[in-house]
């Protein structure tokens, strides 16, 4: 008797091959056939005219604070992920010492946008080495499968102390070496891998760099040293990749025997570095390293409104003076106020914030509802403004009014160059490329791309008008199977006898991005952009349904992944 039959799905299996109708038998956590005729079982569900896809496999969040309270790691159980990895981008909370927990709640909220007041009360701490956090989130209930990574940060400030965090600091041989035998032993305890960021755009919440963009080549080559070691462990990069930093991290590759797998996405200063890094990433691969290149399936978009982190007007001398006032309050003042808004307006102060917002507005727009994340350049609140003949900070500020207040701006940050997707369709066609710029997690009020599996397979497969689509049957693969391999994970990522039984049952025709919105549920009060999902009848985790028709059921049979 089988615990649980799916019977005459549309199954996309995660191999890339062509749908087919047909059944699946779980039993004891496990898929154990996939055809016709499987049997009886306890439960049998009828997904005739749905599709049957693996569970989404996402290696690339920020959950390592939110795992702590929140077992359902919302919103990426709403968009179908049954497989989450955190500690990217050389940031967490594991080694610390409970002297040192505030250094590393201001490096994650500088970096990872998450507030200080939330990690402070939302995270126990009750750890100080690697292994113990490792204990800590194997004991709690989660939904899904996660697995942590060690964080070049943390490791690097536990052993050298504040020396860890001034860059002119160069650890002597013994600090080298005793990063290196804690990160093996975190590995030889079950953490996935090791992270660093290597970037100018990571600063802690006092504006300074993360630890180790300063780290070199003796550094890095002894930590390469412990995971050959170990003999485990995916090596995860975020990188400016400017002249020598491929090289660099191959050389951690080479040294540890370990797979490298590098952010890539399009910058605005510097449009076409990401295909130099791309060619870096094949060559190695041709010689026979394990590379790839973490992507998106959309723009990285800033999201401003009355209530975010940021907005066009977070700086003006009469929007501070409202910082007091609960949104309701300052909404109704502005309304109210025609004077106040004509100064918003008209009398914007002349600082780096505004010079930065004037930048970004012709690739700034209305998040109407149903924004579809690949906008026309012809709808940038510049164009509307020149349209109106108004300033296009009256057309952000009537914008973000709308909705009762709830009004968002999307500004296409990164991965938006050429004001179209097309370069996305490229990265995303590309072999030596994984999913994973979602960020699940982190930039709590100013990003908001965890469901990224629900818009891969809406836009490129069913929804893009301004430009070639993607089969759906690629792009499911990409988003399981690949990921899952990309990251050592063999049980999982396939529709096929003997892998885990991590599914979901879609109703494709309904299936949507709800529209990006404010909430208040993170501990402290603190709030949080979350986007959520329609279509997803059933979600299952070692065969046991976590979400039934886009909510939560309760259950808890997720596991930390050693």
């Not at 106040?340 to 600082?351: A, T």
Request: glycine share 10%; proline share 6%.
């Amino acid at each position: 008797m089988n615990d649980l039959l799916i019977k005459n799905g549309v199954i996309i299996d995660g191999s890339g091959r062509d749908r087919f109708v047909g059944d699946i038998s779980i039993k004891d956590g496990l898929i154990n056939g996939v055809g016709n005729n499987l049997g009886l079982a306890t439960r049998i569900i009828d997904a005739d005219g749905l599709l049957v896809t693996p569970g989404f496999v996402d290696v690339h969040t920020h959950y390592d604070g939110q795992v702590t309270w929140d077992p359902y790691l919302t919103p990426s159980t709403f968009h179908g992920v049954t497989t989450a990895v955190f500690g990217n981008c050389g940031v967490g909370f594991a080694p610390v010492r409970k002297t040192d927990v505030p250094y590393l709640i201001n490096l994650m909220e500088g970096v990872e946008d998450i507030p200080g007041s939330v990690l402070s009360e939302g995270v126990d701490f009750n750890w100080e080495s690697f292994p113990q956090y490792l204990d800590v989130l194997d004991s709690s209930p989660k939904a899904i499968d996660i697995g942590a990574q060690v964080p070049h940060g943390p490791l690097r400030f536990y052993v050298m102390g504040e020396r860890g965090a001034d860059h002119h600091a160069i650890p002597s041989p013994k600090e080298i070496e005793s990063m290196g035998l804690l990160l093996e032993e975190s590995l030889t305890a079950g953490a996935m891998g090791f992270t660093t960021s290597r970037t100018t755009k990571h600063l802690s919440r006092d504006g300074k760099n993360t630890p180790s963009l300063s780290a070199k080549h003796d550094e890095l080559r002894g930590l390469a040293r412990a995971m050959k070691r170990a003999g485990k462990g995916i090596i995860e990069v975020n990188s400016d990749f400017g002249p020598g930093e491929f090289e660099i991290m191959r050389m951690v590759s080479e040294v540890s025997g370990r797979p490298l797998s590098i952010l890539l996405l399009q910058t605005n200063n510097s449009p076409d570095l990401w295909r130099q890094t791309r060619d870096q990433i094949h060559q190695a691969r041709i010689e026979g390293m394990n590379v790839n290149g973490q992507v998106g399936c959309r723009p990285i978009v800033i999201i401003m409104g009355l209530e975010t982190t940021i907005n066009p007007f977070s700086t003006h001398p009469k929007w501070t003076q409202l910082s007091s006032l609960t949104p309701a309050e300052r909404l109704t003042r502005i309304k109210q106020d025609a004077q106040l808004r004509h100064e918003l307006i008209h009398q914007v102060p002349d600082n780096e914030h505004t010079r930065r917002i004037k930048e970004w507005m012709p690739k700034t727009f209305l998040m109407n509802k149903g924004f579809d994340y690949e906008p026309s350049p012809e709808d940038s609140i510049c164009e509307i403004a020149q349209r109106k003949g108004v300033s296009p900070f009256e057309v952000a500020l009537d914008g973000m009014l709308q909705n009762d207040g709830k009004g968002l701006l999307a500004h296409t940050f990164e991965n938006y160059f050429d004001g179209d997707l097309e370069i996305i369709r490229e990265m995303l066609l590309d072999d030596g490329t994984i999913m994973g710029l979602g960020d699940g997690g982190a930039h709590v009020c100013t990003v908001c791309d965890e469901g990224a599996p629900t818009y891969l397979l809406t836009h490129w497969g069913r929804d893009r008008k301004r430009g070639p689509r993607i089969p759906l049957e690629f792009l499911v693969k990409k988003h399981t199977s690949v990921s899952a391999r990309g990251y050592g994970l063999l049980d999982r990522g396939l529709i096929q006898p003997g892998y885990k039984a991590d599914l979901n049952i879609i109703d494709y025709e309904q299936l949507s991005l709800l529209d990006a919105e404010i909430v208040y549920d993170l501990p402290a009060g603190g709030k949080r952009l979350i986007q959520r999902a329609r279509g997803y009848r059933h979600t299952f985790v070692s065969g046991v349904e976590i979400i039934n028709q886009d909510e939560q059921t309760g259950n808890l049979p997720g596991r930390l992944l050693r």
